[in-house]
Every structure is written in C-alpha cells, then in structure tokens.
C-alpha cells in the first residue's frame, strides 16, 4: 500500500547534530519519512549521509535533537518524565524491526547462506527454525538465488553475496530498511542486479532509505530525493524535480558529474 | 600464432611442444646426494641409539606399563584438562575484561595478564603451595564485617588444588592475550552487523565474533596445549605425583635413571602427537567458510548445479 492516508510518520528525525571529534558532520538535520515510503539520500563523500542512515538505527549516536522510528525515540526512553539513555540491550531491542544492508555485505563467514538468513528469526525473533527456513528459502527464491541456500558466502560473487544480504535483512519482516553504499563495493557489471531486486522491494511498499551514488535508482525507485551536502539537506523533493530539474547550485554541480 | 612470424622473446618450437603439460623435471643430482646424507645420518644415529645399553631399552619396556607411570600419566593428562579449561574460561573473561569500555575492568585484566605471565611459573607454584605462611586461616566474610566460614589453608591447598590454582591462573593470563588477539582479528563490520540485527552483546560474541575468532584462537592454543602438558611436570616441586614424579619414584629406587626418563619421554611425545592430530581437525572445522569448493570454478548467476559442502 502506498501510504497517503493521514499515519503519522515511520521515521522523524529532529534537529540533529553529529561530531566526530572537532568534525560536525551533520548540522541540523530534519527529516520525516512515511510508511510505505522509498527515500533516496544522494550527495558527495563526506556530506554525512551515510552517517545520517547509520544514526537511525543507532549504530552512531546523535548529539543534538532526536530521532525516533516508528514512534519510540532511537536510543533513549522517557522514564518518570526525564529522558533516559537505553542500555545496550534496550537498544538492541529497538533495532529489531529495522533491517540494514551494508556496503561490504557484511555476511557471517562461517555460516551458509541459509544459516545467514535464519540465524536472527530464529535467535532472535523466537520462531522456529522450520518456519524460518521456510521462509529463508522463499526469500531466496525472490532474489534469484535459491540454489545457493547451502553455499558459503565467500563461494558466491559480490552481487550474489548482497542479494543474500538483503534476504537476511528482510527476514526479520522490518518495517524499515536501511540501505548503505549497497552497490558501491560491486563491480559495474554486478550493480544491476543488486538495484533490480531493491526496485522490486520498493514496489512491493517496503519503507526504503536508500544512500547511493546511483541516480538511476534514485530516478526510477524513489518516491522522494534528498540531496545532502555539507552536513545539511540542501535540496528534496520529486525525483523529477531534484535530479531532473535541480534549483541549488551545489545539487546541479554534483548532477552534473553524472550526465 | 602471429608472433611465430615476427621475432619474439620466446623460445622456439611449435605449439605442441611448447605446452606446459608436457614439460619434463630435469633430474637434480645436488637433492639426490643431500637426501642421501640425511637418510644415512638418521639411520645410522637410530642404529647407535638402539644398540647403546646404556639406554636400557629393555627396561624402557618393562616400566613403560607400571601401574605407578600410569597413574603419573593420569595425574599429568587430568591436571592438564582442567589447568586448561579453567585457564581458558579465566582468560576469555579476562579477554573480555580487557577489551571493555570501563576503565576498571581493563585495568585489573591488564594488572592480572602482568603479573602472571611475568614471573616463572615455578616460583608461582611455589607460592601457592606455601600460602599457609602467608595466609593461615582462609575464611568468607563481609568486607571488614563479620566472617561467614573459615578453613584452615593447609587443609584447603593440598598439592593438587595449589597445582591447579597455580597453572590455571598462569595459563589464564596466555590464553586472555591469544583470545583478545583473536577477537581483535575479527572484521569490525562483523559486530556492526550483529548489533545492526538486534543481537546483545553476549549472543553476538557467541554466535558470531568467536566462531570467526577461532581461526587465529586455534593454533596458538594448540602451542599452549603442548605447553601445559610440559608444565605440568614442573609439580612433582610440590610433591605431585605426575608422570616425572612417578618416574622419579622408580628410578630412585632401582637407580635406571635414564631408561626411567625415556619412558616419561615417549609417553610425553605420544600425548603431543595425538594433540596435533586434533588440532589439525579443529582449524579443519573453524576454517569451514574459508575453503572454496572444488566443484565451483568461477561462481555464476545461471545455475550451477547445487553443491553441498561438506563439513
């Protein structure tokens, strides 16, 4: 379902602000993403929108404003009207309805595909290991790879190691997926089929925030761009618009690298 | 080919000839008269070895079953299975210590891994045995409250517990070191991900960081292994009957020191050999994501028939 009725949104994210040392690299950012809503985040290296996609699930903390996902802020809990910071495992808790597609894949080395997929239903989610290998196997299918079930990741190619990344991450069922970089460790001629099964994802009304360099992606999947530079949004919205009809200066000159 | 044509750098012949699967290795006289000379100094050094009387090889066998050396070997294997897995469950948790965030935890490990692994194991043990001069009585209390039980140290340190105590706690402080190496040696994108999925901390270091820090645990543990077993002959200090003690036993005795110590000595490098060969099965095991499948050359999207690795 494409997600127009008035639903408060999955993701807000509020003022936030973010070092690394003397380093801001996120100065203010605010950010409201609906159900259902696929969100391409563009911009030059260093512009902190990878940093931006790792805070919403926490693996970096913020430190100003908040973030919250589907209503419950990121990291932090209100107890007795004071906020408190979450302990890891709270935090731990909180990520589980959030699946995160890595760059470098990130697969477990030791484990075959199929234990790749199930390890967090099964470990974690607490269903049963026939029902999760069930719908490991259908998940497969959908990306295209289930005769690899029984394969060690470092038997497969790139692409076919983040297609299996994208399985695992979907079968915790996520209300959110968070993709970083995911095409830009492949070789070119493995990029199109990794960004044919995210396009399949978005149509099917997943709720996607997708950081990358592939404007075609962006123009074909993306119900909404942001352009990120320097640590602020400069620039969102239609991908027609953004990509196809930019108003900022610094948004036409980083286009224009790829025309 | 064209470059037959035009002067080339390679050498002349056609095709056929030049195909590597045909080539021939040249006969090498220098390997031939190195092999020569070890194999006629090896056997010739077993020959003098086995006819020396002063060897005793007959007494060699003789004792070589003598319930005393086999209750030794007992004491010595039981001692070096507990030593070290007490050692290694003491030193995944001091690992564990020294790579936290707090300060104190670090601290102590650090202070722990210091001490242990610099002073000789042998003073150690000693120490240990002799705890009685230092601490009389051992007693469970409330810090500077009242005292819950006591027991006289004497009666609590025997020879075994301060042989235990002594080399688990030495052992302890190697093992923190190799398994914090092994950790370190694991991708930090691996524990990312595990947090990224929800897992706690624990089930992350279970399922995924230690099965992946095994490949470099392994090996050097094996070295500790061997290590341990070696050690343990440094008890029969405290009056431990090990395998040296109860060898000791007999030869002062019957005097046959030598042929005694060859026993120890055969029985010491059977218990090793047979530790390689477990060792070599356990990086088999640990090394299981490591291996590419023979039947799979060059992986490829259109159906390459299922192949089932095996474990």
């Known amino acids: 379902m494409s997600a127009v009725q008035i639903t408060k949104p999955l993701v807000e994210v509020r003022d936030v602000h973010k070092s690394f040392d003397q380093l801001e690299v996120l100065k203010g950012i605010d950010l409201d993403i609906m159900p259902g809503e696929v969100v391409v985040i563009l911009g030059p290296s260093g512009s902190g929108k990878s940093t931006l996609l790792r805070c919403i699930n926490h693996l970096e903390a913020v430190h100003r404003g908040f973030i919250a996902v589907d209503g419950e802020q990121i990291g932090y809990r209100i107890q007795n009207n004071r906020l408190e910071k979450l302990s890891p495992n709270g935090i731990a808790r909180q990520r589980r309805k959030i699946g995160m597609v890595f760059q470098q894949f990130n697969l477990y080395p030791h484990m075959t595909v199929l234990q790749n997929i199930i390890e967090a239903p099964v470990g974690i989610h607490g269903e049963s290991r026939k029902e999760a290998t069930r719908n490991a196997l259908q998940l497969l299918e959908r990306v295209g790879l289930s005769e690899k079930a029984h394969s060690y990741p470092r038997q497969l190619s790139g692409g076919q190691q983040q297609r299996v990344a994208i399985a695992r991450a979907l079968a915790i069922k996520p209300k959110l997926m968070l993709f970083d970089e995911p095409t830009s460790a492949l070789d070119p001629e493995l990029v199109g089929e990794v960004l044919a099964t995210m396009r399949d994802l978005a149509r099917q009304g997943l709720t996607m925030i997708v950081v990358t360099h592939e404007i075609s992606f962006a123009r074909e999947a993306a119900d909404r761009v942001v352009f990120m530079d320097d640590g602020k949004i400069v620039e969102m919205g239609k991908p027609d618009d953004v990509i196809g009809n930019p108003q900022h200066s610094r948004t036409k000159a980083f286009l224009a690298r790829f025309l | ?311």
């Open chain 2, 1 to 311: 080919m064209k470059a037959n044509n035009v002067t080339s750098a390679s050498p002349d012949g056609d095709a056929s000839f030049r195909d590597v699967a045909t080539a021939h290795v040249p006969f090498r006289l220098g390997r031939l008269l190195l092999w020569a000379v070890i194999l006629i100094v090896t056997v010739d050094f077993t020959w003098i070895v086995a006819r020396n009387e002063n060897f005793g090889w007959p007494v060699v066998a003789q004792y070589f079953f003598d319930p005393t050396v086999i209750s030794g070997l007992y004491v010595s294997l039981g001692l070096t299975v507990v030593a070290m897995t007490l050692g290694t469950i003491i030193g995944l948790a001091l690992a564990i210590a020294r790579m936290s965030d707090d300060r104190l935890a670090s601290s102590f490990a650090a202070l722990f891994i210091w001490f242990f692994r610099g002073t000789p194991l042998l003073v150690q043990l000693i120490f240990w045995y002799n705890l009685s001069t230092l601490f009389p009585q051992l007693s469970l209390a409330v810090p500077f409250g009242p005292t819950l039980a006591s027991w006289d140290t004497n009666s609590v340190i025997t020879p075994m517990t301060a042989a235990i105590v002594g080399l688990a706690l030495n052992e302890a402080a190697y093992m923190a070191e190799i398994i914090r190496g092994g950790l370190l040696s694991v991708d930090r994108g691996q524990t990312e991900t595990a947090e990224a999925f929800g897992m706690t901390r624990a089930r992350a270091l279970w399922r995924i960081i230690i099965p992946q820090a095994m490949r470099s645990i392994v090996p050097p543990t094996g070295n500790q292994l061997i290590s341990m077993i070696k050690a343990t002959s440094l008890v029969s200090v405290i009056a431990m009957a090990d395998l040296l003690y109860s060898v000791q036993s007999i030869y002062n005795r019957t005097f046959e020191i030598i042929p005694m110590l060859l026993v120890a000595v055969i029985w010491y490098l059977l218990i090793t050999s047979i530790l390689n060969v477990g060792q070599s099965y356990i990086e088999a095991y640990y090394g299981r994501g490591e291996r590419r499948n023979g039947a799979e050359a060059k992986p490829t999207d259109t159906g390459a028939a299922v192949e089932e690795p095996s474990h």
